[in-house]
């Protein structure tokens, strides 16, 4: 059965880290893309990050440049989302999700997310 | 980069069709042919319904058919069902370094 599980949401201060995890199961990890897409809460999504195959090229979006990473371990089938600096407007769902082509610009699988609240 | 526009709701009789229209510009939606529409029923993952403008991956129902026209494309359900209740966000390929941009999100009812 293709899955991803997102894990490591939780409650933290403003300026904190934290590290979301999304372990693939089902399907060859290493051929595919992958991204990470967030909802605020009542709002709509905003796509974060996205990640070749082979993790060599990586684009972020414009409100998590310099404090986000994205990063995989094609070994461990793992993609990861290292939040660095956190702001309150970062509270949202975090979902990972897999690009079915490099060429396709779409997501076909997704995971079922995990909440991130930055607050004091 | 900004959100592509959408209406925020949109509501249709069981068995009637109903279009969602999404907005951008001539540097995404008008300049390529990359844009996937998604399903969110409330508090589950949002689900791919269609993809390169009107391709439906296997397992989607056929009453889901999108089109485009210049910078706006478009979802449109026939067939309304009371299981079509759900948000409704378009996505489109923006371009190299921003290579994402969803729809602001529409609010499907059947009536």
């Known amino acids: 059965q293709v899955q991803l599980v997102e894990s490591g949401g939780g409650l933290v201060k403003p300026g904190g880290s934290l590290r979301l995890s999304c372990a693939a199961s089902?399907?060859?990890?290493?051929?595919?893309?992958m991204s990470w897409i967030r909802q605020a809460p009542g709002k709509g999504l905003e796509w974060v990050s996205y990640?070749?195959?082979?993790?060599?090229?990586?684009y972020y979006a414009d409100s998590v440049r310099g404090r986000f990473t994205i990063s995989r371990d094609n070994a461990k089938n793992s993609l990861y989302l290292q939040m660095n600096s956190l702001r309150a407007e970062d509270t949202a769902v975090y979902y990972c999700?897999?690009?079915?082509?490099?060429?396709?610009?779409?997501?076909?699988?997704w995971g079922q997310g995990a909440t991130v609240t930055v607050s004091s | 980069q900004s959100a592509l526009t959408q209406p925020a709701s949109v509501s249709g009789s069981p068995g009637q069709s109903i279009t969602i229209s999404c907005t951008g510009t001539?540097?995404?939606?008008?300049?390529?042919?990359?844009v996937s529409w998604y399903q969110q029923h409330p508090g589950k993952a949002p689900k791919v319904i269609l993809y390169?403008?009107?391709k439906r991956p296997s397992g989607v129902s056929n009453r889901f058919s999108g089109s485009k026209s210049g910078n706006t494309a478009s979802l449109t359900i026939s067939g309304l069902q009371a299981e079509d209740e759900a948000d409704y966000y378009c996505?489109?390929?923006?371009?190299?370094?921003?290579?994402?941009?969803f729809g602001t999100g529409t609010k499907v009812t059947v009536l």
């Open positions: 390169e403008v009107i």
């Open positions: 001539s540097s995404d939606i008008g300049s390529y042919n990359l």
């Open positions: 999700a897999r690009v079915p082509r490099p060429d396709l610009y779409a997501f076909d699988i």
């Open positions: 990640i070749s195959s082979g993790g060599t090229t990586i």
């Open positions: 996505c489109s390929y923006a371009g190299f370094y921003i290579p994402y941009v």
């Open positions: 089902g399907f060859t990890f290493s051929d595919y893309y």
